[in-house]
């Protein structure tokens, strides 16, 4: 059976008692979102005090940092920075849209009328909080962009790369999880980005789109969206890769409906 991460790096820290899990190490185990060149980082990445001896043996990174006791987690009875701390030491390592997708899934959270509620890990006030009490932090105006871009209710990284794309294209804001109602419909439906002003929602469809169950709750949805009065645009992984075949129809949904940007 394959060792889990906390498997392999359990014995590092009975040698080093004073080291915690840290990096990219932590944002695995913790399951954040990483862009594929930082994921790749095989070693284990350790932090000690400052001042102690180096720790540096194969397949080990390590760290000297002072951590206070709130950066410092225990998971499985081992210690690892926590999901803020752990963040923040990443800023060197990721720009500034990975920074952002970690942090929508840092801060995600919601309450629909099905499914269970989400919860965030660490609310995006207590996020602003910790990063604005920094001094002195390499790499901190790249966090203070990224909490600028931060957004609660994301359900996944691909939906953050959607909504910078077209925040930098210029068009205007889309709310994230955006619910939508209307007297002729039974019930509510949520998008994952819209705009209210010009009735316009865009879904990011991914992987899980494809199942039957899926496609039938997703037909539904369709239906609600266009008796509510919402134009409906989709995008997929592919066409994410072609930035104006998913802008030019979002576009042109905002000028059919009024918007003259």
Known sequence: MEQSLVQRVRPYLVLLPDAVI??????????MPLPSRVKSDDLLHLTRPPGSPASERAGVHGHRRKLLDA????LEDVPLTSVARTWIDLAGR????????AADWIVSQHHRDYGEPRLARLPLGNLQSYVGSLR???FLRRMEEALELTRVGVDSPPETA???????AGLPEF???????SPRTHRPVWADLGNGDYRVCVEYDGLHHLTPEQQASDNERDALT??????????????????????????????????RG
Do not use: Y
């Not at 990721?94 to 997708?101: K, Y």
């Not at 409906?232 to 949904?253: C, D, G, S, W």
């Open 136 to 138: 002195g932090t390499r």
């Open 94 to 101: 990721l720009d500034v849209d990975s920074m952002v997708a």
């Open 22 to 31: 840290s990096d990219v190490t932590a944002a695995k185990i913790h399951g």
């Open 162 to 168: 959607l909504r910078l794309l077209m925040l930098r």
């Open 71 to 74: 950066d410092v987690v225990q």
């Open 226 to 259: 266009a008796l509510a009065g919402w134009r409906q645009i989709k995008v997929n992984r592919l066409q994410m890769r072609q930035p104006a075949t998913v802008l030019f129809p979002i576009r042109t949904a905002l000028r059919d409906n009024g918007w």
């Open 175 to 181: 709310t994230v999880n955006c619910r939508i109602e």
